[in-house]
């Protein structure tokens, strides 16, 4: 395959640009350069993550900055603070939303932030490490007991939700329920085990997925008294509605966590958990990735992925080679 990476001593790569009304371009920007603590990654491939396209729906809170955009991508050392990650080193890279700028050529990486990936282990596994990482960071916090809940519900069965199916199935949940509005998403949730919507009252997890306050409420309905509602999806009509009233929180004695900031757990323990769990196979994810393309097929991607519709799983941007695509996907 041929390179499409710019020398470092060349000033300007092409990149993803966040235009007036958080239309996605792209536009020649300058190649970073890195300082102390960064090492300078050569991008292999990256993936758009929901939660990047929030903007798109008409939120603020997740960025307006033209130079940010996506946090879900594998790359090569090819400079910088190299010490504990030496050039030619392939790693996972786990920016904070905030520091992310991974569909670009190159782009620079806090040493901290950085996972040696296995030669076993591909990119595009690879780089779905990134958000299983997150969803096992949740999924800690949402269950703390040695045993199984006996029952669960996930809602929304995106590629975070069906990460949730998986996991709550590995740790031994006997009855793992979905409720998925969207047809393609319903029918991989359950060709994965998942059961369909629970009765009301009856399950002891519920994780809203979906960051729809509809579909948070429905996770509230279905947890009986104990139960514990765990809070992953992020909203669109910010700032958000919690989907319960306190009386029904003290009355029925539930437990609610809201969870964020997988990357900033020292050690980075969730992240090469998901590492070790797509290296081994424990975590399938063949058909997660639905649609793939190049850098010029990223607003055309972007726009699709952004409605959640018509079968859209994850979503692949690939910087190792450079020969053009149908319709954005190969």
Not at 101 to 126: K, M, N, T, W, Y
Not at 167 to 190: F, K, N, S, T, Y
Not at 247 to 271: D, H, K, Y
């Amino acid at each position: 395959m041929t390179s499409t990476i710019p020398s470092t001593a060349t000033s300007t790569m092409r990149a993803a640009f966040i235009a007036g009304e958080d239309r996605l371009e792209l536009r020649d920007l300058p190649v970073p350069v890195p300082g102390p603590g960064q090492v300078l990654l050569r991008t292999r491939v990256s993936s758009l993550c929901g939660s990047d396209l929030h903007r798109f729906r008409g939120a603020t809170s997740y960025g307006r900055d033209s130079a940010v955009f996506g946090h879900e991508t594998v790359g090569e050392v090819v400079g910088g603070d190299t010490a504990e990650f030496p050039v030619g080193t392939r790693v996972l890279h786990v920016p904070f939303p905030a520091d992310g700028r991974v569909f670009a050529p190159l782009q620079l990486a806090a040493v901290g932030q950085l996972v040696e990936l296995p030669a076993s282990l591909d990119d595009e596994r690879a780089v779905l490490a990134q958000q299983l990482g997150t969803v096992v960071f949740a999924l800690r916090r949402f269950w703390t007991s040695s045993t199984p809940p006996p029952s669960a519900l996930v809602v929304g069965a995106g590629p975070a939700g069906l990460f949730f199916v998986k996991l709550l199935q590995r740790l031994g949940c006997p009855r793992v329920h979905v409720i998925e509005p969207d047809d393609h998403r319903r029918v991989a949730a359950e060709r994965a085990g998942a059961l369909g919507a629970p009765g009301a009252a009856s399950v002891a997890l519920a994780i809203d997925a979906s960051g729809d306050h509809d579909g948070a409420r429905a996770a509230v309905d279905a947890l009986a008294a104990d139960g514990v509602l765990g809070l992953f999806g992020l909203p669109d009509d910010e700032p958000g509605r919690l989907p319960l009233t306190l009386l029904e929180l003290f009355g029925r004695n539930l437990t609610v966590i809201g969870v964020m900031g997988a990357q900033g757990q020292p050690g980075l323990s969730a992240f090469r958990e998901a590492v070790r769990l797509l290296d081994e196979g424990t975590i399938d994810v063949d058909g997660l990735v639905t649609h793939r393309g190049l850098l010029d097929d990223l607003p055309g991607l972007c726009a699709l992925a952004t409605t959640m519709h018509g079968g859209v799983g994850k979503v692949l941007v690939d910087f190792r080679i450079d020969e053009p695509t149908a319709g954005g996907s190969r």
